[in-house]
């Protein structure tokens, strides 16, 4: 008779468990992104529809209005999730379309070298001597500044400031691609690629892209939170989205009734704040991810 004997192998855990931080990022970002895809079909007040029997009421003492109203009867909860999708948005558009232009431009300034290389570096040095802030602000002022004759609409302000965020994100995004790329363009396996005879679009598309992409994500990450404070910044200036429909046009509506109602300046700062907070928490996340990857290969 014969026994069978079963060995049970204890199980690891192939990652540690993660930091509180991870889940109160990611819990917020969440929320936000929530807010601002499914925030129109929330029963809240329109966000731009003033309440006149509620003016300048704080947070928690007016029926109907979770977090008060502004000074001019308008809603804080309505116009925080609204400034939730118009932030959210121009700030992942900037930074997905400036992204990926930098990267196209850093991949194969990295990978094909010589006289091309030489100039995209250049370039890239030039855009980053410019301030962010300068840049925006200049390219704005040109292109979506209120006239005597007309105002700018909501619409081409966000278009014009989309286009400016996108150009400061590309050479930022494009330097930390190129700089991936170098290290990776070196490596045997692509080598031994090029040696074979392997396309180069090919060897760029399944061996140097998908090990750059980490790093390009993580900057992506750092990238929308100061995409998010520049926007703010600029309408601080006066020359961002008007009319309070984003978190910095609320700010920059609010500092003018800081005595009497200071919660429409800090709600939006908080908010603005914890976004930043999240993203940048995610950016760092990833790169350390990366650097314990690329020191076991």
């Known amino acids: ?23 109160i990022a990611s819990t917020w970002l969440g929320l936000m992104v929530f807010l601002a895809v499914f ?37 804080m909860l309505s116009g925080l999730v609204n400034g939730a999708r118009i932030s959210i948005f ?4 900037s930074v997905t379309i400036g992204g990926l232009i ?18 995209v570096q250049m370039v890239f040095n030039i855009m980053l001597s410019i301030p962010n802030l300068v840049l925006s602000l200049a390219l704005i002022s040109s292109f979506a500044a209120d006239t005597d004759e007309q105002t700018a609409t909501v619409a081409r302000r966000m278009t014009v400031l989309i286009f400016s965020l996108t150009i400061v994100i590309v050479p930022i995004v494009g330097r930390i691609a190129r700089g991936s790329a170098l290290q990776w363009s070196n490596r045997e396996f692509v080598l031994a ?6 396309p180069n679009l090919v060897i760029i598309r399944k061996h140097i892209l998908p090990n750059v992409a980490p790093a390009m994500l993580a900057i992506a990450f750092l990238a ?45 700062a908080l908010a603005i704040a914890f976004t930043v907070i999240s993203t940048n928490y995610f950016g760092d996340y990833v790169r350390n991810h990366l650097d314990k990857r690329e020191s076991k290969i």
């Open 1 to 23: 008779m014969t026994t069978t004997t079963v060995t049970t192998v204890p199980t690891t855990k192939s990652a540690r468990k993660r930091p509180i931080g991870f889940y």
């Open 39 to 75: 925030g129109p079909f929330l029963p809240l007040p329109t966000w731009n529809e003033a309440q006149f029997e509620f003016l300048g009421a704080g947070p928690f003492s007016a029926p109907g209005h979770l977090l008060g109203t502004t000074n001019d009867g308008y809603d």
């Open 90 to 93: 121009v700030s992942v558009v």
């Open 102 to 119: 930098g990267g196209v431009i850093g991949i194969s300034s990295a990978y094909y070298r010589g006289k091309f290389d030489s100039v």
């Open 193 to 198: 690629s090029k040696s074979m005879g392997t």
């Open 224 to 268: 929308v939170g100061s995409v998010i404070i520049v926007e703010g910044s600029l309408a601080l200036l006066g020359v961002g989205i008007p009319g309070g429909a984003s978190w910095g046009s609320m700010l920059a509506t609010g500092r003018n009734y800081l005595e009497f109602s200071p919660h429409e300046v800090y709600m939006p």
